[in-house]
Nanobody, 115 residues
Framework: QVQLVESGGGLVQPGGSLRLSCTGSEIIMGNYAVGWFRQAPGKEREAVAC????????EIADSVKVRFTIFRDNDKNTVHLQMRNLKPEDTAVYYCHTYYGGDRWGQGTQVTVSS
């Protein structure tokens, strides 16, 4: 069973930083594209960032492009989402996703940006 586990969420003040982690099996994390999505209360889930499997090419949503980066730690089968200069509108549950015989989602990690 494909399992993705997110971690690293929490409460942070505006302007602060967080690093989210998505850990999965070696087969998945080493061979499939992995993305981060988020869902704020009352809103639809939206794509935030994605990183390819082989080339490491990434795509970042325009709304966070300057502030967020996505990268792999292949030794730890982990994909990170580094978030800087966080804003209250970044508050959401953040989900890790891959497509492996179907959509695979982690359980989500809450990010709250508030003073």
């Amino acid at each position: 069973q494909v399992q993705l586990v997110e971690s690293g969420g929490g409460l942070v003040q505006p302007g602060g930083s967080l690093r989210l982690s998505c850990t999965g099996s070696e087969i998945i994390m080493g061979n499939y594209a992995v993305g981060w999505f988020r869902q704020a209360p009352g809103k639809e889930r939206e794509a935030v960032a994605c990183i390819s499997s082989s080339s490491g090419r990434d795509e970042i949503a325009d709304s966070v492009k300057v502030r967020f980066t996505i990268f792999r730690d292949n030794d730890k089968n982990t994909v990170h989402l580094q978030m800087r200069n966080l804003k209250p509108e970044d508050t959401a549950v953040y989900y890790c996703h891959t497509y492996y015989g179907g959509d695979r989602w982690g359980q989500g990690t809450q990010v709250t940006v508030s003073s």
